[in-house]
């Protein structure tokens, strides 16, 4: 699962339980209605940085 905007502030804990919370939820079954995330695996901050070395596109 992947979310854009997100609060890179969250210690580990509120994030564990959050993605608990939604494991919990059983959104996600295959299609025998198996759950597919019963317990969370692992999260991280994936962030990018662009380097702009020059832009001639016109001002908008």
Same mark, same amino acid.
């Given at each position: $699962?992947?979310?854009?905007? =997100?609060?890179?502030? &969250?210690?580990? +804990?509120? =994030?564990?339980? %959050? $993605?608990?919370? !939604? %494991? *919990? &939820? #059983? !959104?996600?079954?295959? #299609?025998? #209605?198996?759950? !597919?995330? +019963? =317990?969370? $695996?692992? %999260?991280?901050?994936v962030?990018?940085? *662009?380097?702009? !070395?020059?832009?001639n #596109?016109? %001002?908008?």
């Amino acid at each position: $699962m992947q979310f854009n905007f =997100v609060d890179t502030d &969250l210690d580990t +804990e509120k =994030v564990k339980q %959050a $993605m608990q919370q !939604l %494991a *919990d &939820l #059983k !959104l996600f079954v295959d #299609k025998d #209605k198996h759950p !597919l995330y +019963e =317990v969370p $695996m692992g %999260a991280r901050y994936v962030t990018t940085t *662009d380097h702009v !070395l020059f832009d001639n #596109k016109p %001002a908008k």
